[in-house]
């Protein structure tokens, strides 16, 4: 039955691959397991599926989610958790996007027309259910389904992972697969920075005010939550400003402290800004700038998440070392997998770990880069994934690869940044030219067909340019005329001409009322 499927494959697509895989190097069918079904879980699923097809072979690929649906964070949780337990998503429900929403889509799969150009979470939600539903992936996912430990059984020549996973009736299985993706995601776990003094401050009892707090934003969820509160709010990133802009309509005070200037959107006056904190007294709150606060009563620590996966850690295939700052350290591992909470290295173009014990396609992270359209750069890193479970000769050796990271690396440092800080930042937008070369490179190897087009569009490569969209878009709402303007929006090239048309349409609007120009284009949580 395989074998006719593939013989009737290998036909329609005039691949013979499957000639030489049947009666030449017979190969063990291929399994893969997938964790998460994020954008990039859906995205690595349907690119492996598609290959596998193409290639008239049957893959094995199964994808575990630990919820009950697709999507990832934008999959509300409405668990009213505390510290220990993390939500498995920090949506709430104000949540509209940063970017618009024809930044966030697969190639050639748009949003539904009548969408909002800058939606609430449900559209993204909805997006990603379609994308599911459409390309049948829904029969590959298993909800439910924690993976609590992965572990390599084998050495650097071959061997399996035995993924070991809590299913939906609470029962601790276990599964082998010679390819594991990572897609998990970048915002799980709360990265929450301790201050001198703050367990003296939160003790501290007063007459006739709340118990005091020190919350992460993973568990904000409401503003009203903070209603006649004094809040400092810790943190410059989007959610903290939308915190800070939500809540201040509510608080006796909202304060947000930031290490560096930051221009907050409108209707936002009266939030105070204050400088990083230097530490609690029982009283107060000190500032870097020698000034206190006496009277907050919640913090909400907005200060991002750890580059961790605790199913790796537990399985031995990831260590975490805080202070690993170079590259001399991994190698004094014997090069093995590390994470320093914002990189984890080394790994070839973000995706591939270099470790010595297993195969170089034997362990893939997907959706690692930030400062991207994370959706298109999911699939091309999905592309490049299957490609090279196809066909592991494809990539060069592992001492190459890890030449190419020097470079990489270096090509950063260049850019004024140290890399294991930055980590999978796509700095000084190269994140165009990341996809590309993820491309590039399968075309190259003649692993897909040359197309002498580059693989980022040209109307996505300037859309982070309409430094005027997002204004525009707010007054097309206030005046009511959303609704007007999306109207018949269906194509790509139609979505592209209407961001054009609203930039320029507020561009000129600003232009002739002298609205002063304020940059306010964030990409990414
Ligand atoms: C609050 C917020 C707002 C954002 N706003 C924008 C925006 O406006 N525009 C934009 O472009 N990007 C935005 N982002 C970035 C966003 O993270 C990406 O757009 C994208 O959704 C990330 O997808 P992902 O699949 O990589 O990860 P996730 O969406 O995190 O998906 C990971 C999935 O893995 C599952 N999982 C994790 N561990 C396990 C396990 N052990 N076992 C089983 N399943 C597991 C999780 O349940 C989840 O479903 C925002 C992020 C946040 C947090
Ligand atoms: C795989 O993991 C399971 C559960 O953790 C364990 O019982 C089993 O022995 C492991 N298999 C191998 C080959 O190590
Ligand atoms: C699941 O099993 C674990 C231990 O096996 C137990 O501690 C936990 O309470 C169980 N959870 C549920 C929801 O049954
Ligand atoms: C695998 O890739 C190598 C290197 O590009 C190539 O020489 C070989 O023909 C490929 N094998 C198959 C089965 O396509
Ligand atoms: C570490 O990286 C730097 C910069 O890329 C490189 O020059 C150096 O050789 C590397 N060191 C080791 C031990 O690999
Ligand atoms: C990085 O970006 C800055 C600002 O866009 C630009 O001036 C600079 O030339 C870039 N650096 C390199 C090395 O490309």
Known sequence: MVFFQQLIWGLITL??????TTFQVPQEPKSIAIVGAGSAGLAVLERLLKVSAQKGQEWDV???????????????????LRPPEIPYSPLYPLLRTNTPVPSMTYPGFPFQPGTPLYPTHEHIQEYHRQYASHRQLFPHIKFQHSVVEARWIGSAG?????????????MTRYKEVNHLVVASGNHHIPHIPRWPGQEEWLEHRRTGRPQREILHSVYYRRPEKFTARTLLIIGSSASAQDAAVQTVKFTKTTYISVRHEIHLPPGSDDVVTKPDISHFTPNSVV??????????D?????????????FLESGGALTVDPSAHSNSSSTGRGGTLVT???YIFPLH?????????YPVNALAFIGLPTRIANCPSDFAQGLFVAHAIANGSILPGREELLGELALREEKVRKYGYDPYTVGHEMVNGTSSDYQDELVDFLQKTNAIPKTGAKYVENWRRYIFDYAYLKRGWKR??????GDKWVKGIETEEQWSSLMRRVNEWQQRYEEDNGVPFVQDMVIGG
Do not use: C, M
């Open 15 to 20: 691949d013979l691959s499957w000639w030489r």
């Open 62 to 80: 199964t994808l575990y989610e630990q919820t009950d649906d697709v999507g990832g964070v934008w999959l509300p949780d409405t668990r009213d």
């Open 158 to 170: 071959g061997g399996a992972w035995n993924i070991t996973f809590v299913d939906h009736s609470n």
């Open 287 to 296: 500032f870097a700038d020698g000034t206190e606060v006496g009277d907050v």
């Open 298 to 310: 919640s913090v909400l620590v907005a200060t991002g998440y750890e580059q961790r996966k605790p």
């Open 340 to 342: 320093n909470l914002r």
């Open 349 to 357: 173009q973000h995706i591939f770990s270099l470790s010595p014990e």
């Open 476 to 481: 097309i709402e206030q005046l009511g005329e």
